[in-house]
């Protein structure tokens, strides 16, 4: 932006808005209660059919403006993002986490439940009353909803490679790059899943994680695979930690696995991006276990990839050296790197699998990933400062694990409920179903707990891990009085016999402090998310004014041009088709 824009675009503020963080100019800070000088129009449309991606992307920034995320200066975010975290699976994770301390349960707090500013998020896909992660991270990311299925693309076709070129929308993540923060992206996913993937890749369809996943009209057309896009930043920039699983999608099928030698990489291209990272990053480290991730403590830029797929859950992973590290650790390492570079940063942090044990219907490992994403929040709560740092804890979809019946205080979650189907009756004793068979607190509404015979299990309680390709019809109910529910492999019973347990389409929470998180409160759509971080953070929306995307009142409020925030080359050096 030159001077005289600048000078046009101060007259027009208020001496009350807060323009030197945009612009330069010289005026205070507008106070986040008056909101007025920010408000920005937004046309009715007719739904769904009038949402398109700019309609979206102003709706955002007018609810952002509106609640006042503009009077905010955020050097840091870091968005904790619990993937598949229904309300039910915080509660119940709270309550075990209370337990586990020798509390009652229900009277504690997660760590992030402390946090003085929250809301909901209504988490619906453009074409899909229940969502999936890629479209709900999508949105969290570049502001705009999206279908099932995209990552870094506004809605469209799903398999459709040419269309998505010209859809490609603008993550936080990417503008940092392009403003010189540092940013970190930590997972206990492949980092090519769905909810790291949308922070640095575009695709309209989640599963292109790799070459070989890829069909060869997607290629033709010119989509390249997710990993492949990791890449896709200048020399020495770009992500600066990465953290996750999903070694094999980085490798070649000529390259053994060094941690499973019967496994070998899933790249038909014979890359190996590992390498073609360390060769962009130089005085950077690849690491893949505990012992290879303390030696590399005075690199400059560090990748690790602690497993072949997904990272263990936190109850089977080893804690030896050839172990990997747990999310409060990855935190930790990721924070202490980014705030050496000094100008601020951006850093995504996902409990991934708490979303892989729901959909398999375990609810111990589901919250008890909860509960370690949220020992890895209170690591960045001390590790930080509410006068410079944003934090942002989420979910993208919920689950249908529920909570019923009447136990009384204090019962085990896991536990079998205690008392009388109703709200009388002894609390040392059973409660009963009408068939006189005792239940369980946690149940699932669908999945891979259905109590019918499968190809794999016997008819009754199942044990995790179950993954059945075939069920009889239900014959009633087991009878669950000898069965240990609090096992780690106990399955909850579900209703409906499926493969794997669904997503939900309830709201899910959204709980923030520091910066800006003042304008996370009642009921919000999904992509405002992104519209307060940028809102809140002056580098974020310098670069989105510098590239004509604000209003006279500095508002980003039009679709940014991702030619103008990269990718900035590919891997061979040559310039990426956008």
């Known amino acids: 932006m030159g001077n005289s824009t600048k000078a046009v675009l101060c007259a027009a503020i208020t001496a009350s808005a807060l323009a030197s963080s945009i612009t330069g100019c010289s005026t205070?800070?507008?106070?986040?209660?008056?909101?007025?000088?920010?408000?920005?129009?937004?046309?009715?449309?007719?739904?769904?059919?009038?949402?398109?991606?700019?309609?979206?992307?102003?709706?955002?920034?007018?609810?952002?403006?509106?609640?006042?995320?503009?009077g905010a200066q955020a050097k840091n975010v870091i968005v904790f993002l619990g993937d598949g975290m229904s309300l039910s699976t915080v509660a119940a994770a709270r309550i075990l986490e209370g337990q586990r301390a020798g509390g009652a349960g229900e009277e504690n707090l997660l760590s992030w439940e402390r946090f003085p500013h929250s809301a909901f998020s209504k988490t619906y896909n453009t074409n899909s009353q229940t969502p999936d992660s890629a479209?709900?991270?999508?949105?969290?990311?570049?502001?705009?909803?999206?279908?099932?299925?995209?990552?870094?693309?506004?809605?469209?076709?799903?398999?459709?490679?040419?269309?998505?070129?010209?859809?490609?929308?603008?993550?936080?993540?990417?503008?940092?790059?392009?403003?010189?923060?540092?940013?970190?992206?930590?997972?206990?996913?492949?980092?090519?899943?769905?909810?790291p993937a949308a922070t640095y890749a575009h695709v309209p369809d989640r599963n292109w994680e790799t070459d070989a996943a890829m069909p060869q009209a997607a290629r033709d057309a010119g989509c390249r695979d997710i990993a492949q896009q990791l890449l896709d930043f200048a020399p020495g920039r770009g992500p600066s930690v990465v953290l996750g699983g999903g070694r094999g999608y980085l490798t070649p099928s000529t390259v053994r696995d060094p941690e499973y030698p019967g496994k070998a990489g899933l790249r038909l291209d014979g890359r190996d991006l590992t390498a073609e990272w360390l060769q962009r990053n130089p005085g950077g480290a690849y690491v893949w276990n505990n012992a290879q991730l303390r030696l590399a403590k005075d690199a400059t830029r560090l990748l690790g990839l602690f497993e072949f797929d997904h990272m263990q859950y936190e109850h089977d992973r080893?804690?030896?050296?050839?172990?990997?590290?747990?999310?409060?650790?990855?935190?930790?390492?990721?924070?202490?790197?980014?705030?050496?570079?000094?100008?601020?940063?951006?850093?995504?942090v996902e409990g991934g699998r708490i979303d892989h044990a729901n959909h398999e219907g375990n609810a111990f490992r589901a919250l008890d990933e909860t509960a370690a994403m949220a020992r890895a929040v209170q690591v960045a709560a001390e590790m930080t400062s509410e006068d410079d740092t944003l934090i942002v804890v989420t979910a993208d979809h919920s689950h249908t694990l529920n909570i019923v019946g009447y136990p009384r205080r204090g019962n085990p979650i896991l536990g079998k409920v205690r008392g009388t189907a109703g709200e009388g009756g002894d609390p040392d004793q059973?409660?009963?179903?009408?068939?006189?068979?005792?239940?369980?607190?946690?149940?699932?509404?669908?999945?891979?707990?259905?109590?019918?015979?499968?190809?794999?299990?016997?008819?009754?309680?199942?044990?995790?891990?179950?993954?059945?390709?075939?069920?009889?019809?239900?014959?009633?109910?087991?009878?669950?009085?000898?069965?240990?529910?609090?096992?780690?492999?106990?399955?909850?019973?579900?209703?409906?016999?499926?493969?794997?347990?669904?997503?939900?389409?309830?709201?899910?929470?959204?709980?923030?402090?520091?910066?800006?998180?003042?304008?996370?409160?009642?009921?919000?759509?999904?992509?405002?998310?992104?519209?307060?971080?940028?809102?809140?953070?002056?580098?974020?929306?310098?670069?989105?004014?510098?590239?004509?995307?604000?209003?006279?009142?500095?508002?980003?409020?039009?679709?940014?041009?991702?030619?103008?925030?990269?990718?900035v080359t590919s891997v061979n050096g040559a310039a990426p088709q956008q």
């Open 28 to 70: 205070a800070p507008q106070s986040a209660a008056d909101t007025s000088t920010w408000a920005v129009d937004v046309s009715p449309v007719a739904h769904p059919r009038g949402e398109t991606a700019e309609w979206w992307y102003r709706s955002g920034a007018a609810h952002a403006a509106r609640n006042g995320a503009m």
């Open 135 to 195: 479209g709900t991270m999508t949105a969290i990311a570049a502001g705009v909803k999206s279908h099932m299925g995209a990552i870094g693309v506004s809605a469209g076709p799903r398999h459709d490679c040419a269309d998505s070129q010209s859809r490609h929308v603008v993550s936080w993540l990417r503008l940092a790059d392009a403003a010189g923060l540092a940013s970190g992206v930590v997972t206990t996913a492949r980092i090519t899943h769905a909810t």
């Open 318 to 348: 080893r804690r030896d050296e050839a172990g990997e590290p747990d999310l409060a650790e990855m935190t930790r390492i990721a924070i202490s790197r980014l705030a050496r570079e000094g100008n601020g940063f951006v850093l995504l």
């Open 430 to 567: 059973y409660a009963l179903d009408a068939l006189g068979l005792p239940y369980t607190t946690l149940v699932y509404a669908g999945g891979a707990g259905n109590t019918g015979a499968t190809n794999l299990q016997p008819a009754g309680p199942k044990r995790h891990p179950h993954v059945p390709s075939s069920y009889e019809p239900v014959q009633g109910r087991p009878d669950l009085s000898q069965v240990d529910t609090e096992h780690p492999d106990f399955m909850q019973e579900a209703l409906l016999p499926m493969q794997a347990e669904t997503h939900g389409g309830d709201d899910v929470g959204i709980w923030a402090r520091g910066p800006g998180s003042q304008a996370f409160r009642s009921t919000m759509e999904q992509n405002v998310i992104y519209h307060v971080i940028v809102q809140a953070t002056p580098a974020l929306r310098t670069q989105l004014c510098d590239a004509g995307t604000c209003n006279a009142a500095g508002v980003p409020v039009d679709l940014p041009d991702p030619a103008r925030f990269g990718p």
